[in-house]
């Protein structure tokens, strides 16, 4: 039913939207594109060529025109008509040089360019040994064991070792390492912290609380594990929250009113290049990778800041407002505010915002890379947004999805069960089947097991309950029972030991 009703509003689109259509009443051309991708990922590749066509002519101001020449060219590519896509994913690159999609189309015109060359051997005679060679597979992700770590109890250097040497007996083969310290936060024992918030390795584009980084990571290189630096993106705003125009801006349901928000403002030019340069400089220490922390979204009222209400005017021709988007808002007992409902427009809105957070990922990660083209990258996502991607999109602007079109290494989808217990009031045994549900899901959608990272809670941060071993072994049977993914206990705590677990994910 639903392949039969994207498929009409695809065909009204193309039969119904005028060429000379105007930008101002091409509010649904996302919608639009939106069916075509479903189109695309359905191999309906010639309804979705007609769709991105149509864009093409009749939205010509709108960055969509762009994607949707990407997208068609990927389309033939599909189809094996590799000639044609590779001449429209040329045409892609020569007009868009500086496009966020290069990188994949070069990569798309190199794969049409090896089917051409393969259709080209002529088939061999009968005097000709036939070899029969099977094609290359695509090289898997280093399957990873991770401790993340957002506290490590050591009052020095010679203290971190030891913490470290236990996980790497417990299994660990990989420490994601807490590099930014923000208000409140513990501060590591073995630091001289010389303020209260900032970051933990040199640069000039945040406050350093101290340059630590490479001393914790030659402690674990030097045991054989390899290290993450975890890193804020939009709460990274140290020392700057009383500058107005690089806050974030959100719609208080209260008072009815705008006020500031915490967390940057990214869609102010100023503040993409001090992330740039953060993560420019962190990419310059001997670690292997980074972990985007879970900051990297927006809430349902967020943000509606100058620069990113320009922004969504120029692709949309109209500017975002409370009274488009929510359908019956509420208080809960919580205090915290809710929508009954969301218009259309609310959700153009926040795929909208969805696609520019992805964005500014790539943009992250490709400063990184300027200073070690080796580094990977894992993307923190709420379970919520693999699950519903309607709440996903809907309550942090988030989707894998569209996460799956950055091309991250590593998906690390936040499992924590006794989170959901408590937010959704379900028992202990539904939040765990609903992790598994996930995991199956995630899984599915990734291909590689061993680059879906699921994030397991070991302790209640609620009311600081260390989880029972039990507890902790039967959430990992139910999560592995999907694959052999890669797993992260979040909060690290040597109060819990790792060590009885081992067996759950390693061969006997």
């Given at each position: 039913m639903r392949r039969r009703f994207t498929g009409w509003i695809l065909a009204f689109f193309i039969l119904f939207l005028p060429l000379g259509y105007s930008q101002e009443k091409l509010q649904n051309v996302w919608e639009l594109y939106d069916a075509c991708m479903e189109l695309y990922h359905q191999n309906r590749c010639e309804e979705a060529i007609q769709g991105f066509s149509k864009i093409i002519q009749s939205a010509p101001a709108s960055t969509l025109v762009s994607y949707s020449r990407y997208m068609i060219g990927l389309c033939y590519l599909k189809m094996k008509k590799y000639e044609e896509g590779i001449q429209q994913l040329e045409l892609y690159i020569k007009a868009y040089p500086e496009g966020d999609r290069v990188r994949e189309a070069e990569k798309g015109i190199q794969i049409?360019?090896?089917?051409?060359?393969?259709?080209?051997?002529?088939?061999?005679?009968?005097?000709?040994?036939?070899?029969?060679?099977?094609?290359?597979?695509?090289?898997?992700?280093?399957?990873?064991?991770?401790?993340?770590?957002?506290?490590?109890?050591?009052?020095?250097?010679?203290?971190?070792?030891?913490?470290?040497?236990?996980?790497?007996?417990?299994?660990?083969?990989?420490?994601?390492?807490?590099?930014?310290?923000?208000?409140?936060?513990?501060?590591?024992?073995?630091v001289t912290a010389r303020r209260e918030e900032g970051v933990y390795f040199k640069t000039e584009y945040a406050p350093i609380v101290e340059d630590v980084l490479g001393k914790v990571a030659e402690i674990v290189?030097?045991?054989?594990?390899?290290?993450?630096?975890?890193?804020?993106?939009?709460?990274?705003?140290y020392g700057l929250q009383g500058v107005p125009e690089y806050r974030c801006k959100r719609y208080n349901f209260e008072t009815k009113k705008m006020e500031g928000a915490r967390g940057f403002n990214l869609f102010h030019p100023d503040v993409l290049k001090r992330l740039e340069g953060l993560f420019r400089d962190l990419g310059r220490y001997p670690i292997e990778g980074i972990l985007f922390q879970d900051d990297l979204i927006l809430y349902h009222n967020e943000d509606f800041s100058a620069e990113a209400n320009k922004s969504f005017l120029r692709e949309f021709g109209y500017l975002p407002h409370p009274d488009l988007f929510y359908i019956g808002p509420y208080r809960s007992d919580t205090g915290k505010y809710y929508a009954k409902g969301y218009t259309e427009r609310f959700k153009s809105w926040a795929n909208w915002k969805n696609r520019w957070l992805m964005n500014i990922a790539q943009q992250l990660m490709k400063a990184a890379k300027e200073s070690n083209p080796h580094l990977q990258f894992a993307i923190n996502l709420y379970f919520e947004a693999v699950i519903n991607d309607f709440n996903g999109v809907a309550w942090f602007s988030q989707t894998l999805s569209e996460a799956l079109r950055k091309n991250f290494d590593y998906y690390a989808i936040m499992a924590y069960h006794r989170q959901a217990m408590k937010d959704r009031k379900i028992p202990l045994n539904e939040a765990m089947d609903l992790m598994a549900e996930v995991t199956q899901k995630t899984v599915r959608s990734v291909g590689d097991p061993s680059k879906v990272l699921m994030k397991i809670q070991i302790l209640d941060w609620k009311n600081y309950e260390v989880l029972p071993q039990k507890e902790v072994e039967e959430i990992l049977s139910k999560i592995l029972n999907h694959g052999e993914v890669s797993l992260a206990f979040f909060p690290y705590i040597h109060q819990f030991p790792l060590h009885p677990l081992k067996g759950k994910w390693t061969h006997k």
């Open positions: 049409g360019k090896e089917q051409l060359k393969e259709k080209s051997f002529p088939p061999p005679t009968s005097s000709q040994p036939v070899v029969t060679t099977s094609p290359p597979e695509e090289k898997r992700a280093k399957r990873r064991i991770c401790a993340q770590v957002s506290y490590l109890d050591g009052k020095n250097l010679e203290e971190i070792e030891k913490r470290v040497k236990e996980l790497k007996n417990a299994g660990v083969d990989t420490i994601l390492f807490r590099v930014f310290q923000n208000k409140g936060d513990g501060v590591y024992k073995f290189h030097r045991n054989g594990l390899e290290i993450f630096a975890w890193m804020t993106t939009r709460y990274a705003n």
